[in-house]
């Protein structure tokens, strides 16, 4: 595994969590999560409620879990969830 050729996102998530199973094996709460963004062109929706376009991808040990819009994606990261856990919370 030359993690050399992965994605500075990428790479920071194999260094940080190893590369065991890579791009096969890919659990949310097991993994390192990071987000790649997608390509513009896909017309995948945002599943947070927001109804804008999804344009970023949750990965995991280098396989895409979800996808969401840029917000959306960075709470994944952070909290494993792509909706907000409770109302009045943050943001
Ligand atoms: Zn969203």
Do not use: F, I
């Not at 993690?3 to 890579?22: F, I």
């Amino acid at each position: 595994m030359d993690t050399s050729k992965l994605p500075p996102a990428a790479r920071s998530a194999a260094m940080r969590g190893g590369t065991e199973g890579w791009g096969s094996v890919g659990d949310s709460s097991a993994h390192v999560r990071y987000t790649v963004p997608v390509d513009p062109k896909s017309r995948r929706r945002c599943g947070c409620g927001c109804k804008r376009r999804a344009t970023h991808m949750g990965m995991a040990n280098g396989v895409g879990l979800v996808t969401a819009c840029e917000l959306a994606a960075r709470r994944w990261v952070k909290t494993g969830e792509t909706k907000a856990a409770q109302r009045g919370e943050g943001e």
